[in-house]
């Protein structure tokens, strides 16, 4: 190979090839056919580029990747890019200039023609049995004479109304459950997973609750955000799984675990981290879009975002809380590496 040329790999896209040394990684990028935001202009003020050096050899391309390879840390940087994030080889794409072999993970966010991942969910014939169920308890307030405690109350009433027996509770959903059963003056929504543990407490009467079903695929993860009071599925979001930089099969990903010491860890941390990017994405997706105010003439200071409904469209508004069930589905390998067991 010219040494004055090293070789620059792009993932989830899978571009590669030799550009000259001295570039920076949206110049390289250019040169091999992959989009990154440069809103800026490469003036380093927007923080679009955000991009990560991958660390380690990778048996597959047959090159070592360092953050050692790319240009030293520039003080712009630190605007976008936080020491956590730096620690874990983030850069702005702008400033990082390539001086060796480097493989280079191109988030979500920073991908200007972003990859369209087709993952409508189909209308079959399920059996509506969700592994969360809805119970409404209406109890009577404790009194000196009858003075049971809250759980002890609750679950009496969810047998005496539903024949639940033998209940446990969860310990985040006990730290609620006293204030839960006061708010609701003592009617409260009670969900329980497999008609065995309490593990949310809601006061008064409440009629829905969600759930996520996700796809891990070797190439593709996509999230079917559920209604599992209707079986409706609310909405999909899916994303590329970010293993694919460590190879796009199954067997390139067993190799880079048995050929690098942390290899294993660093790709159950990657599909753990997308899962929760997904989640995110699914949750915001029931809040209406931002738009942003526009300044005045010679105003300063930060930008300022307020919602833009669509006309006509109901939203949701949910949070992490409303999530009570997750369903994961994986081929062997993918389960082995989520899970951290040596696949």
């Known amino acids: 190979m010219d040494s004055d040329k090293a070789v620059v790999i792009f993932q989830p896209s899978g571009r590669r090839g030799e550009v000259p040394k001295g570039i920076n990684l949206i110049e390289a990028s250019r040169l091999l056919g992959v989009d990154i935001e440069a ?94 169920k809805l119970y409404y308890v209406q109890l009577d307030a404790p009194t000196f004479e009858e003075p049971t405690a809250d759980f002890e109350r609750i679950c009496r009433g969810l047998e005496r109304d539903y024949g639940l027996r033998n209940l446990t509770i969860d310990i985040v959903a006990l730290r609620t459950l006293p204030v839960a059963l006061r708010e609701g003056d003592w009617k409260v929504t009670v969900s329980v997973w497999n008609d065995r543990e309490i593990i949310r407490i809601r006061p008064g009467k409440a009629e829905h609750a969600y759930g996520l079903a996700i796809d891990v695929g070797t190439t593709t993860v996509a999230a079917y955000f559920c209604d599992l009071t209707t079986m409706e599925v609310v909405d999909t979001v899916s994303m590329m799984n970010p293993q694919c930089k460590y190879g796009e099969d199954v067997m390139a990903r067993i190799t880079f675990h048995m050929t690098t010491p942390d290899g294993l860890k660093r790709m159950s941390d990657d599909i753990i981290e997308g899962l ?68």
Request: charged letters at 35%.
């Open 39 to 132: 809103l800026c202009g490469e003036k380093k003020v927007c923080g679009k580029c955000i991009v990560r050096v991958e660390e380690g050899h990778f048996e597959k391309y047959g090159i070592t990747s360092s953050m050692s390879h790319v240009s030293e840390w520039l003080e712009e940087e630190e605007k976008f890019i936080n020491p956590e994030r730096r620690e874990k080889g983030f850069r702005l794409g702008c400033v990082a200039k390539v001086q060796g072999d480097v493989l280079i993970f191109v988030p979500e966010e920073s991908r200007a023609g972003k990859q369209v991942v087709s993952k409508a969910a189909r209308d079959i014939h399920i059996d509506h049995d969700p592994a969360v």
């Open 276 to 343: 929760n990017d997904l989640i995110k994405q699914a949750l915001a997706n029931t809040y209406p879009p931002k738009k942003k105010v526009k300044k005045k003439k010679g105003e300063d200071g930060p930008d300022e975002f307020v919602e833009a409904p669509v006309e006509g469209k109901t939203y949701l508004r949910l949070t992490n809380e409303d999530i009570e069930d997750i369903t994961i589905g994986l081929n062997t390998a993918m389960h082995h590496i989520l899970l951290g067991l040596n696949p």
